[in-house]
């Protein structure tokens, strides 16, 4: 059973971890992820979750808090922004490095200084190499559909690492779109119960987890974590075909928009990928041969699906929403660029960075990015690789 | 932990599956100050063995008998609150 129900992108998650009923959560609020917790809080308060809700001092606490009660072998999610990520960000790698499945819903927003409370992934991608699987929203419905992914993949027993799931700020969680939902049983019939290997509470069983690990170890769990992560691949691809059994919505590593014929395309992740669609669909009637790939899991890295799809592009672009300071472009062109090396004749490959600090992005940007592409491909020589669209000079 | 097992044979995550395997863990290697006993002048007051962090102080039948360098990481302690005069526990330069 499911129903259409208008929400927010914040009240979407929420719903969706209502419907979950994790054991444990514990939070902090920051802007703009504060509402999610606070829906949340409600369905506590309300007794529709049998959550033990911990109400934490900062953020590092509430990782620390979900990575006591993981490891302790609850099913534990949390929920944060920008600031807040930064602050957990030494125990991200814990929460990685110790095979800890849980979930996170992240509300992308921009880092401080100055202060700015709306959308750019520069909190995300700051914390790309901690370990955790990453993947982006486009809309409301995605974030929701992502949400109960997530607890899937993180659990299985193959992985057992967190995953983090995006949507961004103020864009998706605080606008109210139509979605689907699921019935709150299916939802917890699918995703089953978490019974883990070890918890710490099995007195029986007693194990040290996060010890002193020096240079004769620490070497070799890293290399086994960097396995793991690249194992993910598989199991992310067969949840999102599970879950489109379940609900009609498929969901793979990427998402192609009109590749099949495209000469031109942008890689992007994001709520920008619905306004690329709209680009696309526009370019399309003027006889411009436009596609998209919009990169829906950014850890781990689909680099195998993306040099499938774009090895005979001759030029492509990528939009990162997030500035990487001293870095040759954005993370998103770096990791697409280092993809597509090697391959033989590779395509001439632009970085455009945008919408730093919830910055709106128009239609009118995302073509302007397609009629450079089609001046390239007819021979003009790339004036610059790494621009920034809609800043004022 | 002797045997250095490849990423391949690891348990997962970094835990330790064993409880109590710190024993086997040599720490002794981590000194640069090493204890030494003098029997002769000790007065068994049992000090040493109440502070010392790791363990490390070797006693039987109610009496202190040496130190167990396998564990001991030199930190002290013992020959501090060591209450004799003379030091029974002194500290001495490892390499």
Same mark, same amino acid.
């Given at each position: ?9 914040? %009240? ?116 790309? %190499? ?55 049983? %299916? ?45 993910? #691949?598989?199991?992310? $691809?067969?949840?999102?075909?599970? @879950? ?6 498929? #969901?793979?590593?990427?998402?192609? @928009? ?93 970085? #455009?960075? !945008? ?13 302007? $990015? @397609? !009629? ?7 021979? &003009?020589?790339?004036?610059? #690789? ?8 | ?24 863990? &040599? ?23 109440? !502070?010392?962090? %790791? ?41």
């Amino acid at each position: 059973m499911s129903s259409i129900v208008a929400l927010t992108g914040n %009240d979407a998650v929420g719903t969706a971890m209502k419907q979950i009923n994790p054991d444990v959560v514990a939070a902090f609020p920051i802007t703009p992820q504060t509402e999610l917790m606070h829906k949340f809080a409600d369905f506590v308060a309300n007794g529709e979750v049998d959550t033990e809700f911990v109400l934490v001092e900062s953020e590092h606490s509430a990782m620390s808090a979900v990575i006591g009660a993981s490891a302790s072998g609850a099913r534990a999610m949390t929920a944060t922004s920008a600031c807040g990520f930064a602050l957990m960000w030494e125990l991200l790698y814990v929460a990685a490095s110790c095979r800890l499945p849980i979930t996170m819903a992240v509300v992308n927003r921009a880092l401080s200084a100055n202060i700015n409370i709306h959308c750019d992934h520069s909190d995300t991608m700051g914390g790309r %190499d901690a370990g955790w699987i990453q993947i982006y929203s486009e809309n409301t419905q995605e974030a929701y559909d992502n949400t109960i992914q997530a607890v899937k993949i993180a659990e299985n027993p193959s992985i057992l690492l967190p995953v983090m799931i995006t949507l961004d700020g103020f864009i998706l969680s605080h606008t109210t779109e139509t979605l689907n939902i699921l019935d709150g049983k %299916d939802v917890r019939d699918w995703i089953g119960e978490y019974n883990p290997k070890r918890s710490l509470l099995d007195i029986k069983n007693p194990f040290t987890i996060g010890p002193l690990d020096l240079q004769d170890y620490y070497f070799e769990h890293k290399r086994q974590q960097a396995e793991v992560i690249n194992n993910s #691949y598989d199991v992310i $691809v067969e949840v999102g075909k599970e @879950y489109g059994k379940l609900t009609g919505r498929e #969901y793979d590593l990427i998402e192609k @928009y009109m590749m099949e014929d495209a000469e031109i395309a942008v890689i992007i992740l994001g709520s920008t990928a619905g306004t690329t669609k709209e680009a696309v669909d526009i370019l399309r009637e003027e006889g411009i041969k436009a596609g998209m790939i919009k990169l829906r899991v950014f850890r781990p890295f689909p680099y195998k699906e993306l040099r499938e799809a774009l090895s005979n592009f001759k030029v492509i672009s990528v939009l990162d929403r997030c500035i990487s300071f001293g870095a040759y472009g954005g993370p998103v062109f770096n990791e697409v660029k280092a993809a597509l090396y090697g391959i033989s004749s590779p395509p001439e490959i632009t970085n #455009y960075i !945008y919408g730093l600090g919830g910055r709106d992005v128009s239609v009118e940007e995302i073509k302007s $990015v @397609y !009629y450079d592409m089609r001046r390239i491909s007819e021979g &003009e020589k790339v004036k610059e #690789y790494i621009n920034y669209l809609g800043v004022r000079e | 932990m002797s045997k250095e097992l490849g990423w391949k044979k690891l348990p997962m995550g970094g835990i330790i599956e064993e409880a109590g395997n710190a024993n086997s863990y &040599e720490t002794g290697t981590w000194r640069s100050f090493k204890p030494v006993f003098h029997p002769e002048t000790c007065i068994h007051c049992l000090f040493c063995w109440i !502070y010392c962090p %790791d363990g490390a102080i070797i006693v039987e039948d109610s009496e202190v008998k040496g130190i167990n360098y396998f564990h001991c990481k030199g930190c002290g302690i013992c020959s501090r609150e060591c209450p004799t005069k003379v030091k029974s526990i002194t500290m001495e330069q490892e390499f």
